[in-house]
C-alpha cells in the first residue's frame, strides 16, 4: 500500500503570498494582507456554509437587495462576514456588496484599496448542498489617501483590478486567485484550518466540449446564441449547469468550456453583474488564457456607470467565446 507519506502537503496560501511579495520589492505588504483577510473570511463563510443545516441559518432571510432579488440568511451572513473582515484589517477604504445598496465606508481612510464582492454567489443552490462560492475584486482607489472613499474609486473598469479571485464551497473549498501574474488555486484543509497551493499556475484549454448556460429561457436568448447552442448540438457537446456561476465558472476553466449568461426578455441588460461578478471572472479567466465579452466587447473594457450595473457574459476557453461571437455579429434579426 502507497501511503504517500513522502508527499509533503505542499505551499500554504500565507507563504505564498509573502513569496510572491518579495518578487516586488518595493511593495508595502498591505495587498498581501488584504487577500489574506480575504482567506480569513472565506473560512468563516466556509464554516457556516458546512454547519447550516444544523443551526438555524438556511433559507429566506425575508427581505429583498437592492436589485429586488431576495437574500438568503447566508448571504446576509457572508456579507457580514467579509465586510467585518475588511474593516477590521484596514487596507480597504471602501467596499461594494452585491447585498447593499450603497457604498460602504469602512473608516479606514488610510487604506488605499477598493473591493468589490459578492458574498455568496448561487442563492438558488444554498441550501441544497450544491457548490456556492464567494467572488472577489480588488482595485486601487483613485482619491488621495487620507479621506472616504468615493464613487469614482468603486467604479473603476475591469482593466484597473489589481487582483481578483472567488472561493468555491464544494466538495472541497478552494481560494483561486490572480494578481495579473497567472492564476493559482488552492485547496482548504480544513482539519489545519490552511488553503495549500494545490492548483499553480492554471490555464484554460483553448476549446472545450462543455456549454454552461440556462437553456430554460433560450425562446427569448438572442439569435446569434441560439444558433451558437443549436451548433453546440449538432457537434456533440455536452451541457452542463449548475446555476452558481462560480461552480460552472470553476468547472470550464479547469476543463474547458463556455458559460453564457445572455439577455433575455426577463433581464434584458443580462442577469450577472458587472462590478460582482463579470469583471472578476473576466480578469481570472484571461490570466489563464480565456475570453470573457458581452457578446461584442470585452468585459474589462466595459465603462462602469452604476454599482449595480448588469451585463450579459459569455466566458470561457477562448476559441469557443470566439465561435459565439462569430455567431453574435452574423446575427440576422428577423
Ligand atoms: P447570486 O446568487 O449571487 O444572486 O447569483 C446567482 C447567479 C449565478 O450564480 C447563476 O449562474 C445565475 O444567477 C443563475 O441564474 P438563473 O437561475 O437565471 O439561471
Ligand atoms: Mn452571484
Ligand atoms: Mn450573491
Redesign the pocket.
Known sequence: MNLNLALPVGTTLDRFIMRKQEDFPYASGELSQLLRDIALAGKIVNREINRAGLLDISGAYGQQNVQG?EQQKL?VIANIRFIRALRNGGEVCAIIS?EEDEVIQTGNTKGKYIVAI?P?????N?DVNVS?GTIFSIYRRKSEVGCDGTIEDCLQKGTEQVAAGYVIYGSSTMLVYTTGHGVNGFTYEPSLGEFFLSHPDIKTPATGNVYSC?E??VNSFPEGVKQYLNYCKDNGYSAR??????A?FHRNLLKGGI?I?PATA??PNG???LM??CNSLAFIVEQAGGKATDGARRIMEIDPTELHQRSPLVIGSPEMVDKVQEFMQSEVTV
Open positions: 432579488e448571504d452585491e459578492d455568496l454567489d448561487g442563492s438558488s444554498i456556492i440556462n430554460g429561457g449547469y449548475i446555476g452558481s456561476l462560480v460552472d458559460y449568461y426577463k433581464a442577469k450577472l453583474r460582482y461578478e
